[in-house]
C-alpha cells in the first residue's frame, strides 16, 4: 500500500492528514490583465521598431518559463482549517 507523502500546511507547517477533512486545498490563478492594449492613431502612426529590438532584446535575458512566469502563475496551497480562516477572511492583506 503506497503510504501519502508528509503533507504540511504551507502557513504554519502544521502536519495534515489525508481524509480527516482538517485542511483546505487552496488553487489559486493569477493572469496578467488579458485585455488587449488599445492603439491611438498616434501609437499607429509611431515607428516602433527600436521600442520592438528593445522588448526582444529584454525577452531574450528570460527563459520560456520565465516569461510564461510573468503573465501566468498558477499556484496550490495546503493550509490547516487556523491558516484557510484567516487567510480567505483577509486574503489580499
Ligand atoms: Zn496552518
Known amino acids: 500500500m503506497n503510504t501519502p507523502a508528509p503533507l504540511f500546511c504551507d502557513r504554519c507547517l502544521k ?22 492594449p488599445e492603439f491611438t492613431q498616434e501609437d499607429l502612426a509611431r515607428d516602433v521598431t527600436s521600442e520592438l529590438n528593445e522588448l526582444v532584446q529584454q525577452l531574450n535575458h528570460l527563459s520560456a518559463h520565465e516569461a510564461t512566469e510573468q503573465i501566468h502563475r498558477k499556484l496550490t496551497l495546503f493550509l490547516c482549517l487556523t491558516c484557510y480562516r484567516n487567510w480567505i477572511e483577509n486574503p489580499t492583506g
Open 15 to 36: 502536519e495534515l492528514k489525508f481524509g480527516q477533512a482538517e485542511f483546505y486545498l487552496v488553487r489559486i490563478e493569477a493572469l496578467l490583465d488579458p485585455t488587449p
